[in-house]
């Protein structure tokens, strides 16, 4: 079964930064591009980043203005997104996506999240 | 940039049809996928490229796409299926858009 385990969440203060890790298994991680999208508290969804199959390209929402950076190593099926810069606008669970691999944009698998708050 | 309209809140009455709408002037040329989400739970994918199911989606989830709205509709509604549901497409070649969210009450 496809599996996807984020980790790196943490309590950390404004202006500091993080790197999450995700872990699949399941799949052929190689195989597929893959996303990050984060949940504040009490909001709806947003898009954070995106990442091809082999990593050679990457892109990212811009209203982070260039602060977090995504980026993979297939060859330990992981995925991580570092974060800089962190204010408290980035409280948020953090989910790895599985980008499907039909046509349009679409997540098929989800991890359970992490969560990283930003709080002096 | 664009966005993704959706009502706040919908309504259904267990056994009924009930319609979720997301508005963007982009939707016309782009697919949409839509997600169901529980509290405390991950999203999970219910609809990708307008209307196709995934895997162990009941038959009563189907999806349309239409000039500027696309459409999840729930036939038949059962109390599980309460729960926020979100809109996603592609906005350009480089960004991803999410729609505000639904919040599906089920009486």
């Known amino acids: 079964d496809v599996e996807l385990v984020e980790s790196g969440g943490t309590l950390v203060k404004p202006g500091g930064s993080l790197r999450l890790s995700c872990v699949a298994s399941?799949?052929?991680?190689?195989?597929?591009?893959m996303n990050w999208v984060r949940q504040a508290p009490g909001k709806g969804l947003e898009w954070v980043s995106y990442?091809?199959?082999?990593?050679?390209?990457?892109y990212h929402a811009d209203s982070l203005k260039g602060r977090f950076t995504v980026s993979r190593d297939n060859g330990k099926n992981s995925l991580y997104l570092q974060m800089n810069s962190l204010t408290v606008d980035d409280t948020a669970v953090y989910y790895c996506?599985?980008?499907?691999?039909?046509?349009?944009?679409?997540?098929?698998?989800w991890g359970q999240g992490t969560l990283v708050t930003v709080s002096s | 940039s664009h966005e993704l309209t959706q009502p706040p809140s919908v309504s259904v009455s267990p056994g009924q049809t009930v319609s979720i709408t997301c508005s963007g002037d982009?939707?016309?040329?782009?697919?949409t996928c839509w997600y169901q989400q529980k509290p405390g739970r991950s999203p999970v994918l219910v609809i990708y490229?307008?209307?196709k199911r995934p895997s162990g989606i009941p038959e009563r989830f189907s999806g349309s796409n239409s000039g500027t709205t696309a459409t999840l509709t729930i036939s038949g509604t059962q109390a599980v299926d309460e729960a926020d549901y979100y809109c996603?497409?592609?906005?350009?070649?480089?960004?991803?858009?999410f729609g505000g969210g639904t919040k599906l009450t089920v009486l």
């Open positions: 996506a599985r980008e499907g691999d039909g046509s349009g944009s679409y997540s098929d698998y």
């Open positions: 399941g799949f052929t991680f190689s195989n597929y591009a």
């Open positions: 990442i091809t199959s082999g990593g050679s390209f990457s």
């Open positions: 982009i939707l016309g040329s782009k697919y």
């Open positions: 490229e307008d209307n």
């Open positions: 996603q497409a592609w906005d350009s070649s480089t960004q991803v858009i």
